[in-house]
């Protein structure tokens, strides 16, 4: 395809009020684990983890324009989170998307209100697609014109932050909602192809569009990556029909994106052993950059994607949150798919484990650690004063006071 799209309805979007955004799809090779090791619990990851966690994927990466030379710098907190798309309600985001993978990929949005060709998902049959121009079968509505965007091909998404994307009074000042590619299925957001919108209330928001009763934010994912890329029903199934099972799972294996080599004899083993369960996209506490210092607002973004095994239960030790403005607790629930706002203050100074509550999850991996720095003791906080998601993250002035 060439560029199109650009367009809200049929209307080209008013410029003063539009964020544009230049985000590319690209391969990379993603390190679960690049410590190589849980520098938190001092637990021993399996063999097939210490082995394999670094593995092929692909991620949404935000450039400075159209160019697509040029990238922008990516907070390290976000690990395999695409770029912070943000706004206050009455906003546009538009994004030029360029598609730099060999697969069609595209960018939906959750919450946000868009036309049918921004929408960003196709819903027939990806062996199927031939190009854009695809119309389904009669008595169905065509795909939008963003539905699919093939290897090399660009497109421009306009979403609208309506009312009805931003909080409600009785909510806290912003929300999170997530976007992710649309095409094929759920292995695009395996792939590591997702991220965060967030939308602030104007009549709470500072001019750039950052909540006002909010000193810093933290985002969290929490995700189950399969890395065999192998459904155990599915391969039991088509097993049972004559294969021979290890040679299936070869084949599945082989032709998975970013299959680690098996070593499983069975596929719900095989399974197992490719799973990385996650935060951010890191294992076993490697997840950086969840510091803050005392006394601040901190707003958590909370998501959870993945499949029915994506049941989790992010907890903090020594620190307590109002979850979305209405109940004290220091445990969220997220099913996959949930996006919920976490409102802490940072009233206890140390080190402190964050993590899922669901024991398999934690002993395969799913923790962090929370740093509250003290005030009133010069040089300990290593935190930039503000720390908002979706900008550059500030030059260090001083390497004794900034991380």
């Known amino acids: 395809m060439g560029e199109m799209g650009g367009k809200y309805f049929g209307q080209t979007p008013d410029p003063a009020r539009t964020r544009h955004y ?50 922008v710098p990516q907070d390290p907190r976000l690990g395999i989170l695409g770029p912070v798309l943000r706004g206050v309600v009455g906003d546009y985001l538009e994004i030029t998307f360029l598609n730099r993978t060999a697969l069609p990929l595209s960018m939906h949005p959750h919450g946000v209100k868009y036309d049918k060709d921004s929408e960003g998902s196709y819903y027939g049959d990806v062996n199927q697609l031939k190009s854009i121009q695809t119309r389904y079968k009669e008595n169905h509505s065509p795909p939008g014109l963003g539905a699919a965007i093939g ?36 292995g695009e957001i395996n792939l590591g192809l997702e991220g965060i919108i967030i939308v602030t209330d104007p009549k709470r928001a500072r001019p750039d569009g950052t909540p006002n009763d909010v000193d810093r934010e933290m985002p969290a994912l929490f995700q189950i990556y399969n890395e065999s890329e192998v459904d155990p029903e599915a391969a039991e199934h088509a097993a049972a029909g004559g294969g021979s099972l290890s040679n299936l799972i070869s084949n599945l294996a082989s032709a998975a994106t970013s299959a680690v080599p098996p070593t499983a004899t069975s596929p719900i083993d095989l399974k197992e052993e490719g799973e990385r369960h996650a935060i951010n996209g890191y294992i076993y506490g490697n997840l950086p950059g969840l510091e803050m210092n005392e006394g601040e607002h901190v707003r958590w973004y909370l998501f959870g994607l993945g499949s029915e095994m994506d049941l989790h239960t992010p907890h ?88």
């Open 316 to 403: 903090w030790h020594g620190l307590r949150v109002i979850e979305d403005g209405v109940r004290r607790t220091d445990t969220v629930e997220l099913l996959p798919g949930s996006m919920k706002v976490a409102d802490m203050l940072a009233d206890d100074p140390g080190d402190w484990l964050f993590h899922c509550h669901v024991a398999e999850h934690m002993n395969n991996g799913m923790f962090a650690l929370v740093t509250v720095y003290p005030k009133n003791k010069p040089g300990v906080s290593r935190s930039p004063e503000k720390a908002f998601l979706g900008f550059p993250p500030p030059q260090p002035s001083d390497p004794d006071t900034h991380k």
């Open 22 to 71: 230049y985000i590319a799809a690209e391969p990379v090779q993603w390190d679960f684990m690049p410590a190589g090791s849980d520098p938190i619990c001092g637990m021993t990851p399996s063999a097939n983890v210490l082995q394999w966690h670094r593995v092929r994927k692909a991620r949404y990466i935000q450039y400075t324009d159209a160019t697509f030379t040029q990238r």
């Open 151 to 186: 290897p090399g091909g660009r497109f421009d998404y306009v979403w609208y932050l309506d009312e009805a994307s931003g909080p409600l009074p009785t909510e806290p000042s912003s929300k999170g909602w997530l976007y992710h590619s649309h095409v094929s299925g759920e």
